[in-house]
């Protein structure tokens, strides 16, 4: 049975995932800040023949990283992979930047995922096969008005993911950086004039997900795009 911790995972493409794995094969770490939302997921999976636990934190708060994979390895006995999925998106152009809205978009989309995974290696090296996956956006190499913050720390995430890549070779521990495109999650707001029914759905970046973590060892999936069939909005 493989241990797979999973951040983000109360809605949209964390819980999704979890949906996506539930069964004997895996044990599921469930990571996120809403605790009656990720119950419900911790639920799903069970009734589903699988095994999950919930932990609750917020991965911003100084120390959550560790505390976070310390409670994992507690629940679970070790961990075989990390899945990178929490994350923040806010638009606003320049004009409307500000020290806060910076804060927030590099301490859960950049900060948190590093601290996490670096708290998580002592316990993957050890595992044949240990896997990071790195949720991205093609926001990290694509221009849309008004994502600069946004972008910016999806570049940063991609570009940390390669160098990481590079780093834990010698360990063989794999990184794989999944990229969608708009994808239809609680991201976008009720009333957002762009078309939901051109985006992707968050069972399909799960499914990218889950392809690359099944990927045999002697594999590394190093980048995933997932776009609807319609193209970017």
């Not at 639920?43 to 976070?68: F, M, R, S, Y």
């Not at 996490?116 to 990071?132: E, N, V």
């Not at 992707?200 to 594999?219: K, W």
Request: charged share 20%; hydrophobic share 50%.
């Amino acid at each position: 049975m493989r241990t797979i911790l999973i951040t983000g995972a109360s809605s949209g493409i964390g819980a999704a995932l979890a949906d996506r794995l539930a069964g004997p094969d895996h044990h599921l770490l469930l990571v996120a800040r809403r605790k009656e939302r990720l119950a419900e997921v911790v639920q799903g999976v069970v009734a589903k023949g699988g095994t999950a636990h919930g932990i609750c934190a917020n991965l911003a708060d100084v120390g959550a990283p560790a505390l976070v994979i310390d409670e994992a390895v507690r629940l679970a006995g070790g961990l075989s992979a990390v899945v990178n999925n929490a994350g923040i998106f806010e638009t606003a152009g320049i004009g409307a930047l500000n020290a806060e809205h910076l804060d927030r978009l590099f301490s859960i989309n950049v900060q948190a995922p590093m601290l996490l995974t670096q708290a998580a290696l002592p316990h993957l090296r050890g595992r044949q096969g240990g896997q990071i996956v790195n949720v991205s956006s093609i926001a990290a190499e694509s221009a849309f008005p008004g994502c600069g913050a946004y972008a910016a720390t999806k570049a940063a995430l991609e570009a940390w993911s390669r160098c990481l890549r590079e780093e834990l070779r010698g360990a063989r521990v794999r990184v794989t950086v999944v990229a969608p495109g708009a994808t239809d999650t609680e991201v976008w707001p009720a009333d957002t004039t762009h078309d939901r029914t051109r985006m992707c759905r968050a069972a399909d970046v799960a499914e990218a997900i889950a392809f690359a973590l099944a990927a045999p060892v002697t594999a590394s999936i190093d980048r995933l795009v997932v776009m609807p069939p319609g193209g970017p909005l």
